[in-house]
């Protein structure tokens, strides 16, 4: 994949989502655009189209595994990683047949961010 320039963040909490940014790197000059739940995330993909979308599973109006189906419809090679406090395995193996990149624990810590998007780059 090429160099990450674009990150979406969906998540209905206010908190997570600046708690996320907050675990991106600042020195990259990402340009990180937001969304407050599923639906609004996908009409976020489709006009902002980032490298990468941190995607929430448990959100009102449209869930994640919802949006995650919806996004990979649009655009198959959507680089998607789950950010969630489920961390069952049914959920871990129910994201990744929808193609997800990887699934972080919430709350994220900043070295597993950084690691996501870096083996993110690798791919």
Known sequence: MAAIKKILIVDDS???RFFI????PKDKGYEIAEASDGAKGVETYK???PDVTFMDLTMPVMTGF???EHIKAIDPHAVIIVLTADI???TIERVTALGVVTVLKKPPVK???EEALNKIQGI
Not at 21 to 24: L, P, Y
């Open 14 to 16: 206010t908190s997570a």
């Open 21 to 24: 940014k907050g675990c991106i």
């Open 111 to 113: 070295a597993s961010v």
């Open 47 to 49: 006009s902002f189209r």
């Open 66 to 68: 919802e949006a995650i």
């Open 88 to 90: 069952q395995a049914k």
